[in-house]
Structures are given as C-alpha cells and as structure tokens.
C-alpha cells in the first residue's frame, strides 16, 4: 500500500487572473485551490489534470 502524498502546485505567484477565477502562478480555480489541504489524492490528481490543461490552453 502506497502513502502517496501530492504536493502543492503552488509557485508562490498567488495572483488571481481579471476574472478574478484562476491563479496565474498554479492556474487552479478558487475552489481548487481552497479544497486543496483536505482533498483526496484522487481529486487533487484531478485537480492537477484541470491545472495543466487550462495552463497548456
């Protein structure tokens, strides 16, 4: 059994986008970024999918 532990997307440019939606240092969403210390590892697996793909957009 693996004790897998995801670390923070953050790169300490807390800055959220005009829309004031998406952070342009880890480009999670508000809620991403709030549910972050107490999501699964699945989620945030999924919260870091959304990231990358919003960030390659």
Sequence with gaps: MSNQT???PCVNICK????GVLC????????EIG???F???E???RILQAASERRHR
């Design 6 to 8: 995801i670390e923070s």
């Design 16 to 19: 959220l986008d005009e829309d």
């Design 24 to 31: 342009v240092g880890c480009y999670r969403s508000r809620s």
């Design 35 to 37: 549910e972050w210390g």
């Design 39 to 41: 999501a699964s590892d």
């Design 43 to 45: 989620r945030k697996q």
